[in-house]
């Protein structure tokens, strides 16, 4: 009896021992099986392997931040930023450490850690065009634009096949309004045999801001192919073909966007504008009220309103949508202009005067401006007036005044 229980402790012994002598390699076992999981896209799969190769050998930082990375493309950024920190005990040398944790901290919104984690990966391998890619996004997320493309320009010198990194920089010049610039960054990226939908979509939106429409069409079409239902596309092409005096095109592709969300202000906004550049009046007039309705701000659907009603003989209507403008914006001049009309067709030329008033001095050279102040001058028997505004157009080179002046002027025309 003896005997047997000193067999069996020998045993055990020996188990216990060939456990540990054996546990780190089948830790390292688990660990390949893990990377090549992770090399598949089998993300579950692997982190149960990588689960096994940490629990055997906790002291490995390749075991956690393989595994962070794991976690991280599952989207658990939280316990990936765990296991980054964790490597980061074992080895603070490894560059990718730190860049994965600030990756992570990123997607997470904790910038001010994920800037430290950047910076920290930068300054142990400023060859990184990763490390400065990944930093230009955060740049771009806090809205440090012109920080963010100095990294993206250093990513690309380091990296010149990085389209995303095109891609990027040409979201942030577009953020400072430098269209130009961030169509040439998606030009690099569309002379590659793998130009996403995207990529005309977004070089056609810029395009469109620099008003040019015939290119803005160009791309947006390629991009409408493989997005037919991007309210975005349907919009921006929408738009440029009305600015082309392309309306029933226009008119169109907006309704089809309407299919896809009937909640887009701009969009009935774009289609009123068409259909009253068609003179289809009572249907601009729908399109402005949805666009109204949906937005009680929109100041260019009640100007085009107003402008719709103004041709349909409603100036108290008219009137009152240009007031409505004026007090959105006190300096969209042209609702004073079209505002001043209106008065004078109702006889209110008293009324009308202050509105040309505020047009000419905005600007100066506006002929047709000194002869419809002309008109309500005389109107209110301010000849002498009436008669320099007639003058003074005349000599900015407004045919119509000419005639004004030798009926009304002749005095001050000898």
Request: proline content about 3%.
């Amino acid at each position: 009896m003896k005997r047997f229980v000193a067999i069996l402790i020998g045993l055990v012994v020996i188990g216990i021992a060939a456990y540990f002598i054996f546990k780190p390699r089948m830790a390292e076992n688990n660990f390949r099986a893990g990377l090549q999981l992770l090399d598949s896209a089998k993300y579950e799969l692997a982190l149960e392997k990588f689960n096994i190769a940490v629990k055997l050998n906790p002291n490995r930082y390749e075991y956690y931040f393989s595994r962070g990375l794991t976690l991280a493309a599952l989207n658990n950024d939280s316990l990936a930023i765990a296991d980054f920190s964790a490597a980061i005990t074992l080895d603070s040398t490894d560059f990718n450490l730190y860049l994965h944790k600030g990756i992570s901290e990123r997607k997470l919104k904790h910038y001010t850690e994920a800037m430290a984690d950047l910076n920290q990966a930068i300054a142990l391998n400023d060859s990184s065009s990763k490390a400065y890619y990944q930093r230009g996004l955060l740049n771009a997320a806090i809205m440090e634009f012109e920080q963010a493309i100095k990294d993206y320009n250093r990513s690309i010198e380091l990296d010149g096949s990085n389209l995303e990194a095109f891609y990027s920089r040409g979201e942030s010049l577009a953020n400072l309004a430098d269209f130009k610039g961030a169509i040439a960054d998606y030009d690099k990226m569309i002379e590659g045999a793998n130009a996403t939908p995207e990529a005309y979509k977004k070089r056609g939106i810029f395009k469109l801001k620099i008003q040019d429409y015939n290119g803005a069409i160009a791309d947006l079409e390629v991009a409408l192919k493989e997005l037919p239902k991007d309210e975005e596309v349907l919009y921006g092409l929408g738009e440029a073909f009305a600015n082309v005096q392309r309306f029933d095109d226009a008119i169109k592709v907006l309704d089809k966007a309407i299919a896809v969300n009937p909640k887009l202000p701009l969009v009935y906004g774009v289609k009123g504008g068409a259909l009253l550049r068609k003179g289809e009046f009572k249907q601009a007039m729908a399109a402005f009220n949805k666009a109204i309705d949906l937005k009680p701000d929109y100041l260019k659907a009640y100007y085009g309103r107003g402008v719709a009603r103004a041709f349909q003989k409603d100036y108290k209507g008219s009137i009152a949508d240009f007031n409505k403008v004026i007090s959105i914006d006190p300096n969209y001049v042209q609702a004073y202009y079209n505002r001043a009309i209106s008065k004078a067709i109702m006889g209110n030329h008293k009324e009308a005067i202050p509105d040309y008033d505020v047009i000419i001095k905005a600007d100066p050279k506006n002929a047709e401006a000194y002869y419809n102040r002309g008109i309500s001058k005389m109107n209110v028997q301010d000849f002498k007036s009436g008669c320099d505004d007639f003058r003074k157009a005349v000599e900015l080179g407004y045919k119509p005044a000419e005639q004004m002046v030798n009926i009304y002027c002749p005095k001050e025309n000898k």
